[in-house]
């Protein structure tokens, strides 16, 4: 890897760190068209994206940090990295698995959160960077990491395609029944790294039902219809228009934060969002063959700062996190998120950018 300076600003040397006995570094990633995207195997963290606005400009919609040291001590701490083994909550932190029970952190209120204290969002993967445009990321979590059974073996590849996309395609394997639901946390603004709101972004989700959930963010169980409530993007819809109604899913979430239950085959690639700003005419296409995406509109952003200076405001980001509905493994009805020996976990999701 010959580059070792971002034109988004990020510097490998500032990425180059022992951490927990293993290489840090930081892996730019460059299409024929002029775009790029950094990744550190810190995480799997996305620290950076440059994709062309309606003029031509390249411009950075993804947040991050500038150095290895601001990512550890950053309080976002799933801020564009793989969440894992199991992305989103599982109630009060506990399930059952062919009869037996485990227990994992208590992280997130009275539930566990995103695979624990130490998820995947906070280990050194091993990185090759397998040409200008892909990077593959591997990981082997012990059996008994965090509390989750089974030796579990994962490899995500990141490919940044000539159609300025970002694909992402996931694989695992285990040596015991386990759990996995993985996502990428990436915090996006199409406006630009920094821009101070999402408000005013427009927002499509194909979906015709979501998971209403309870104060703690765990679901009650059966999707509900959108339709009539603020929770409806089946049409383009302006995201800051309705997120401070008085509707309890947006009280309790402090703004969206939600699941919405995509109308797909299993392991169906189908567009599930659009996302598109005004300011840069930039759009973004979410693809995925996972049964939900989680909507979340960075409502615990404290201004942090970020890359090059600039401040992470609350609601300044939006993430769509393709994922396997939250608590599943406590909701029978629900897609099943356990992988057991001889099975092979896949997934893909595709962030696309244009304009228009």
């Given at each position: 890897m010959s580059k070792t300076i971002s034109k988004a600003g990020p510097k490998r040397e500032?990425?180059?760190?022992?951490i927990d006995g293993k290489q840090v570094d930081l892996y730019i990633l460059t299409?024929?068209?002029?775009?790029?995207?950094?990744?550190?195997?810190?995480?799997?963290?996305?620290?950076?994206?440059?994709?062309?606005?309606?003029?031509?400009?390249?411009?950075?919609?993804?947040?991050?940090?500038?150095?290895?040291?601001?990512?550890e001590a950053s309080t976002i701490r799933h801020l564009g990295s793989v969440c894992g083994r199991t992305c989103n909550r599982i109630a009060k932190g506990k399930f059952t698995l062919d009869g037996k029970e485990y227990k994992l952190a208590i992280n997130n209120g009275p539930n566990s959160l995103h695979g624990g204290v130490k998820?995947?969002?906070?280990?050194?993967?091993?990185?090759?960077?397998?040409?200008?445009?892909?990077?593959?990321?591997?990981y082997v979590s012990p059996d008994?990491?965090?509390?989750?059974?089974?030796?579990?073996?994962?490899q995500m590849i990141y490919t940044l395609t000539d159609d300025n996309a970002?694909?992402?395609?996931?694989?695992?394997h285990t040596d015991k029944p386990t759990i996995i639901n993985l996502t990428n946390h990436s915090f996006f603004n199409l406006s630009g790294d920094g821009d101070p709101t999402i408000h005013d972004h427009?927002?499509?989700?194909?979906?015709?039902?979501?998971?209403?959930s309870d104060e703690t963010s765990i679901p009650y169980g059966d999707a509900e219809p959108v339709a009539g409530?603020?929770?409806?993007?089946?049409?383009?819809?302006?995201i800051g228009a309705r997120i401070n109604e008085k509707f309890e899913q947006l009280i309790f979430g402090h703004g969206y934060d939600n699941t919405y239950v995509l109308d797909k085959k299993p392991n169906e690639l189908k567009l599930c969002a659009k996302l598109?700003?005004?300011?840069?005419?930039?759009?973004?296409?979410?693809?995925?063959?996972?049964?939900?995406?989680?909507?979340?509109?960075?409502?615990?952003?404290?201004?942090?700062?970020?890359?090059?200076?600039?401040?992470?405001?609350?609601?300044?980001?939006?993430?769509?996190?393709?994922?396997?509905?939250?608590?599943?493994?406590?909701?029978?009805?629900?897609?099943?998120?356990?992988?057991?020996?001889?099975?092979?976990?896949?997934?893909?999701?595709?962030?696309?950018?244009?304009?228009?």
């Open positions: 500032d990425f180059r760190k022992i299409n024929k068209k002029g775009a790029e995207m950094t990744v550190t195997n810190f995480g799997g963290k996305i620290v950076s994206l440059l994709v062309p606005d309606k003029n031509g400009k390249f411009t950075d919609v993804e947040l991050g940090h500038n150095t290895i040291e601001e990512y998820g995947f969002n906070e280990v050194v993967w091993d990185a090759k960077q397998t040409d200008d445009q892909t990077i593959v990321l591997t008994g990491e965090e509390g989750f059974p089974g030796m579990l073996t994962v970002v694909q992402i395609d996931y694989e695992a427009i927002l499509t989700i194909y979906a015709e039902t979501y998971l209403p409530t603020p929770m409806d993007f089946r049409k383009p819809y302006v598109v700003s005004p300011k840069t005419g930039i759009v973004m296409d979410v693809l995925t063959t996972e049964p939900g995406v989680h909507l979340y509109t960075g409502n615990w952003l404290a201004d942090e700062e970020g890359k090059g200076g600039r401040h992470y405001p609350r609601q300044s980001a939006i993430c769509l996190e393709t994922q396997h509905h939250p608590d599943s493994i406590n909701k029978p009805s629900y897609p099943s998120v356990v992988l057991r020996p001889g099975e092979t976990f896949t997934s893909q999701t595709i962030y696309k950018f244009y304009t228009e």
